[in-house]
């Protein structure tokens, strides 16, 4: 560690006008009334957050701070009418960060409307949709584009435009979508820490398909429970989510290059008793390099540990990509490990710490997610990542000197 | 062994009516199973009774407030709401939305309770969009923090079970049935229940929580009954008071409705996005 960790001094500048925006917002929150059996109802709900990150290390590019702050905030907006069989959802989402122009960004998460009836959902819009039961990456989920600029855990989505259908009847659930325009992948601009060099140049981005962002998605999915086994099985026809990176004209930058994609995939989950045994895996031809890729492994929990209320899970999953070390992901032959503490008290606080150690390398990614609620509106967060003895050849190598631990005070209403 | 010294009372009883009639009627060692298992056979058809009593209401939906009594000044409160749907030959279903805290809005789990064998448990995360199956075997764990588990609130199928009776007792002045039943599930947290049913109507009044090591845990009362479609019994209050930490949550049930057009395909994984 070069640099002394600082400390954290959230500007009560920001702080105080949160504080007022939230008693602003309990008062908005109790004159709305939820009932799920009213033949409508409404209600506003959502969250806002401000975010520091501090990161460890001095910058590797000039550009860049050594610590970053940022807010974020998204309301959401839901109305059921007709006896709840219509809904109406609104989602916005707007994030502001002091250093970096890119990773300030708004986005629509939600904007829907649904129709129930009975064994039939439509839905028309702007949604998220997920897929698959692994911890360590989500691998068959391919509907949204990750926004990356949020987190390098590709765990936040950008709103995807969609009609989908759902079925369900005795053999299973049935959803069928249709997507109609693609989202391209957010990615730091050059003031921003966990980037790459050269930068990915976010407005230079090449597509295979001369619809460009245009071109129309089609995916088709059936999950199915059976006992004790939970089963998916998807495809997926259109524009990669995952771009392939190419040097630009200038030598410069890197381009996004979306190339079109045939992916099937499946997702298993058997869970017995306190033991969940978990496989994703795809299949991906395109015009490039067919390529398979799996993640599979285990999650055992064991509940109250010592007689006290704390669950303990371990989990342990290997991740395996056909592409070897030219694979767009960090996860083409790497072992994941990590540990969750819950303690199921009032203040729900969790911890998951793991590390994903590349087979080859020994490259090591090591893991914090932390939370716990103050009270009934507020809840801190804490994130550490820590990347350790990387090697030159993985992709992780850019952000050698990202290291960062971020606090986030984030406030529910 | 638990269940051994919570019979001895039952013992001492029929020991008296052993040596009685010994007195009177000479050798009589097979009255003791014989009493034994007549309390087995009276405890196991009160509950049966009070499931009968119970059937046929189809669907339910409930909203409830969760009253958490940390220290007796401090108070902290959840809101939730639960859909059940009644299934013929199995254990019910349900689906528990939490509205409050507002971190965990929308946050929902659908459970498929079985009369024999672990239940199926699937969780939402509305943060990730994010169904995942988990594992019904955290049977005593506390549910939000509070003195529930997660047994305490899971649908009270006759057969995770097994009953005795021990005797009649008033509650609040109302004739009832005392039974001891023992968790069939090894997972229990508890073991032993002591329950008291009023002889009028088959409503549950009050149980006694023994733990692992055979101790008095909790005791929940049950209050404000209120009876819905000129059958249905429906609690407006359940208050846990835990004897050995001191600490209570309370439960108030509001809005009970009935046979609300609920069906199979509102208790599906992919209904769990939609519930809120």
Known sequence: MRHQVRSIDLPSLILIPLLAYGQFVDAAADASVSSFTDSASSEWTGYASLDSQLFLHSPAYSAQDERSLSFAFQPEYYRNWDDRAQTFAFTPFLRIDANDDERTHADIRELFWRMDAEQFVFKAGIDTVFWGVAESQHLVDIINQTDLVENIDREDKLGQPMLNLDYLNDWGTWQAYLLPYFRERTFPGKDGRLRSEPLIDADDVIYESGSEEHHVDFALRWSHYFGDWDIGIAHFSGTSREPLLILGDSGSSLSPLYVQIDQTSIDVQVTKGAWLWKLEAIYNQNNVDDYYAYVGGFEFTQFGVAGSAVDLGWLLEYNYDERGDSAATVLQDDIFFGVRFSDNDIHNTRILAGGTVDANSNSIFANVEASRRLNEHWVLGLEMRLFTNVDEEDPLHQIRDDDYVEIQLMRYF | ?276
């Open chain 2, 1 to 276: 062994m638990n269940v051994k010294r919570s019979s001895q009372s039952g013992f001492y009883r029929s020991l008296f009516v052993v040596i009685g009639v010994a007195i009177f009627s000479g050798p009589a060692v097979s009255q003791e199973p014989a009493a034994n298992k007549s309390a087995v056979e009276r405890g196991l058809a009160i509950a049966l009774e009070a499931d009968q009593r119970d059937s046929g209401f189809e669907d339910t939906t409930v909203s409830f407030t969760m009253l958490l009594n940390l220290s007796g000044v401090e108070e902290i409160r959840r809101e939730m709401r639960q859909l059940t749907l009644e299934v013929e030959g199995d254990g019910d279903k349900s689906v528990m939305v939490f509205d409050k805290p507002r971190d965990l809005n929308g946050t929902a789990i659908l459970t498929f309770t079985h009369k024999v064998g672990s239940d199926d448990q699937w969780l939402y995360l509305p943060a990730l969009k994010r169904v995942k199956r988990i594992s019904s075997a955290d049977k005593s764990g506390p549910f939000m923090g509070s003195e529930f588990a997660y047994e305490d609130l899971s649908s009270q199928e006759v057969e995770k079970y097994t009953y005795t009776y021990l005797r009649d007792e008033p509650v609040e002045g109302e004739p009832s049935f005392v039974v001891e039943r023992v968790p069939v599930d090894p997972k229990s947290g508890y073991t032993r229940q002591v329950t008291w049913l009023d002889q009028s109507e088959y409503r549950l009044r009050r149980v006694d929580y023994y733990d692992r090591k055979g101790e008095l845990l909790k005791t929940m009362t049950l209050t404000g009954y209120t009876q819905y479609l000129d059958q249905y019994w429906r609690p407006a209050k359940m208050i846990m008071k835990n004897h050995q930490n001191g600490k209570g949550t309370t439960l108030i049930f509001e809005d009970y409705r009935f046979r609300t057009g609920l069906t199979d395909s509102d208790f599906n994984r992919s209904a769990l996005s939609r519930i809120r």
